[in-house]
């Protein structure tokens, strides 16, 4: 049927060539769109047989190790990088032995350095990584594995310099709190508190950062900026985490009324809602999982519960409506399907990276644009945006 509509194909193929812009997002996507736009008929990536592309006429890809000889060579630009990343980071990891330290309970009174560079040129980003009970110090091989990891390390850190004041934080709470800190995934109030402990703590190291660096590099480097971090960090715990409490609060009251009502539709309703239902459950076990509180960080702890709100709006205006719904959820199926494929190529910690979890947050911007528009999105978001952003992400 699509092919009818463009024939002959090579006169298509050289109209649409000057469309084709390389930044717009990943070639499939933007070639369908140029496609359905030129011959009016529904075209999506998933329809191209790339495999069919004669293997002359597709790029071959290449990673040359320090010593200038090939590493990794092939058509698959995914296979390439499974061989070729983990000779990567051996090369880093050796070339920056030297100034690797384990077992750190204290920030080195050396700083951190943004950056490493051997004598051969093997460049790599130093960073604190967390250990559960300590730090180590190591040379990663990109700047948002180690951003990602220094940021942990950092709050270990922190977190090792204190007594947590839980007694005068207990003593702050409402009653009202202390009951619908029950209604938890952690498993208990004591590990859902530690959670908002960490998101505290994420928070006032990034206020006093902010305060002492005016604008420059806002990353805890030097044994002073430390020192400056758990200054705050001991004098306002505190009331910080009865902050985090207090938005924390209403977000599990939201997630445990949500999870009445996907029960009593489970019961009361057709079977054609269960796609609905089922996308609504897995969207919560998401959103308010084990560490939600640090994860989401106090900043966006109220689009959290913006988020359950537009739920709460989709639950009540769906029903009446299912194959809007279930269009809508199209369009987030494949952004989300893109976006795991995404999480699937990258290391754990790769995946804490500024750039990575954003797009997680853009989705669920998507959700409320599509099921819940009068609740609102903090910002303008589509599929296409989001596409372009993973492409981006996985050059």
Known sequence: GIRRNLVPAPDHARAVLPELDPSSGP?????????????????SPDDFEVERVPAHLRVTFQVDGSDGKAVA??????????????????????????MERTGLTQFPDEGVAPTFESASGIQGYPALVDTGTAVDLRVLPTRAEADAEHRLGVRRLLL??????????????TNSQKLALGHNPHGSVPALLD?????????IRDEAVTDRAAGADQVVRTREDFEWALSAVRTHTTAKVVQV???????????????????????????????????????LRELVRPGFVADTGMRRLPDLDRYLRAIAHRLDKAPANLARDAQALDQVDLV????????????????????????????????VSLFAQTVGTAYSVSPQRILKAIAKVGV
Do not use: F, H
């Open 245 to 283: 409490v207090g938005l924390v609060e209403p977000i599990l009251a939201k997630n445990l009324a949500l999870t009445n009502r996907l029960a009593e539709l489970d019961r009361s309703s057709s079977t054609a809602i269960q796609p609905m239902l089922a996308d609504v459950r897995a969207q």
């Open 27 to 43: 070639l499939l996507s933007t070639l369908a769109t140029v496609l359905r736009r030129r011959a009016g008929v529904a075209v």
């Open 73 to 98: 060579t092939g058509k698959d630009l995914e296979a390439v990088r499974e061989v070729a990343t983990p000779q990567l980071r051996q090369q880093v990891s050796r070339a920056g032995s030297g």
């Open 160 to 173: 090792l310099g204190i007594t947590p004041p839980w007694k005068q934080i207990l003593a702050r709470l």
């Open 195 to 203: 959670d908002c402990l960490a998101a505290a703590i994420d928070a």
């Open 336 to 367: 989300e399907g893109r976006y795991a494929d995404l999480l699937d190529s990258l290391r754990p910690a790769q995946r804490g990276s500024a750039d990575v979890v954003d797009i997680g947050w853009m989705i669920e911007e998507l959700r």
